[in-house]
Antibody, heavy 117, light 108 residues
C-alpha cells in the first residue's frame, strides 16, 4: 500500500525541540524528493522544507530562520524534521508529502505539534 | 519568494452550478502550478498539475487553465463532495514552493 505515516508530534514548551518522522511504504522512496508542509489550526498550508532524493540538497522556507532541519534515511524509507527553538506560532499539523518536480502527489495524515507552556 | 494570491477567500455556489476559483502569482511561474483540494479533517489531495493536467482519478468536471501569473480552477457542475478548501501552489524553478492562502467553496 502506497502511504506516508507521520509520527512524533507532541506538546512541547516554548524554546523546546522535537523530532518528527515520516515512514514511507509502497513505493521506491529513494526515487523521490520529499517535502514537509504545515497547517496551523484553522489556517492555510505553509510549505516548510524539501530534500532531494539522495539527501544532498535541502531547501527551507525563509521564515524558519534556520530552526528546522530536514533529513532522510533511504535505507529505512524514512524522512525526518528536527524542530528547534520552538515558538507558539509553530503550533500546527505537520504533513510529509512525496514530491515530483515540486508538486505534492502523496500526503500523509499529519502529526500535531503544540507549543505551549 | 513568490507570493501566491487566491480569490475569492470564500465562494458560495449551489450544487450543479459552475465554480471558478482564481490564483495569481507575484511573478511568472510558467505552467508550474498545482491545485489541491482539502476536505474537512483530511490531508490535501492533488487535483491539477502543470496548470491544466488532471491528477489520476480526478473527475473531468475539474479543469485548470492559465499560465504565467494568472490561473483558474473551474468545477463545471458542483457535487456535494466538492465543497472543500482549494489551494494553489507554484513549483517553478527552485524552492520555496509557496501556496496560496486558499479558497473555501461552500454551499449556497
Amino acid at each position: 500500500q502506497v502511504q506516508l505515516v507521520e509520527s512524533g508530534g507532541d506538546l512541547v514548551k516554548p524554546g523546546g525541540s522535537l523530532r518528527l518522522s515520516c515512514a514511507a511504504s509502497g513505493f521506491t522512496f529513494s526515487d523521490y524528493y520529499m517535502t514537509w508542509v504545515r497547517q496551523a489550526p484553522g489556517k492555510g498550508l505553509e510549505w516548510i522544507s524539501c530534500i532531494s532524493s539522495t539527501g544532498a540538497s535541502k531547501f527551507y522556507a525563509d521564515s524558519l530562520k534556520g530552526r528546522f532541519t530536514i533529513s532522510r534515511d533511504n535505507a529505512n524509507n524514512s524522512l525526518a524534521l528536527q524542530l528547534n527553538s520552538l515558538r507558539a506560532e509553530d503550533t500546527a499539523l505537520y504533513y510529509c508529502a512525496r514530491s515530483r518536480w515540486g508538486l505534492l502527489d502523496l500526503w500523509g495524515q499529519g502529526t500535531l505539534v503544540t507549543v505551549s507552556s | 519568494e513568490i507570493v501566491m494570491t487566491q480569490s475569492p477567500g470564500t465562494l458560495s455556489v449551489s450544487p450543479g452550478e459552475r465554480a471558478t476559483l482564481s490564483c495569481r502569482a507575484s511573478q511568472s511561474v510558467g505552467s508550474n502550478l498545482a491545485w489541491y483540494q482539502q476536505e474537512p479533517g483530511q490531508a490535501p489531495r492533488l487535483l491539477i498539475y502543470g496548470a491544466s493536467k488532471r491528477a489520476t482519478g480526478v473527475p473531468a468536471r475539474f479543469s485548470g487553465s492559465g499560465s504565467g501569473t494568472e490561473f483558474t480552477l473551474t468545477i463545471s457542475s458542483l457535487q456535494s463532495e466538492d465543497f472543500a478548501v482549494y489551494y494553489c501552489q507554484q513549483y517553478d524553478d527552485r524552492p520555496p514552493y509557496t501556496f496560496g492562502q486558499g479558497t473555501k467553496l461552500e454551499i449556497k
